[in-house]
Nanobody, 122 residues
Framework: QVQLVESGGGLVQTGGSLRLSCAFS????????MAWFRQAPGKEREFVAI????????SYAKSMKGPFAISRDNAKNMAFLQMNSLKPEDTAVYYC???????????????WGQGTQVTVSS
């Protein structure tokens, strides 16, 4: 069974940066696309970015590309989300997710982490 554990969230000021990490275990990491979603208070969960198993393909939500960058290290079974130029509206719980299929605009993935809180102060 795939297990995902996020880390790296916290409190940051507007304009700051954070790097989220997602540790993967239970299966062969490179066989899974990895994605990041976020859910702000009172809002639906929204897609942020996804990367294919070998890291050759990425896809971002329109508003995320530029300030955010998804990456992975298959030797360490880790996925990352680098977030720059953070704004208060980026405040949310950020979730990593895994699926055997790469979908440019994923809606349902098979495995989810528990989430990590990111708070951006103004």
């Amino acid at each position: 069974q795939v297990q995902l554990v996020e880390s790296g969230g916290g409190l940051v000021q507007t304009g700051g940066s954070l790097r989220l990490s997602c540790a993967f275990s239970g299966r062969t990491f490179s066989n899974y696309a990895m994605a990041w979603f976020r859910q702000a208070p009172g809002k639906e969960r929204e897609f942020v970015a996804i990367i294919s198993g070998l890291g050759l393909m990425t896809s971002y939500a329109k508003s995320m590309k530029g300030p955010f960058a998804i990456s992975r290290d298959n030797a360490k079974n880790m996925a990352f989300l680098q977030m720059n130029s953070l704004k208060p509206e980026d405040t949310a719980v950020y979730y990593c997710a895994a699926d055997s299929q790469f979908q440019p605009t994923p809606t349902a993935l098979a495995y989810w982490g528990q989430g990590t809180q990111v708070t951006v102060s103004s």
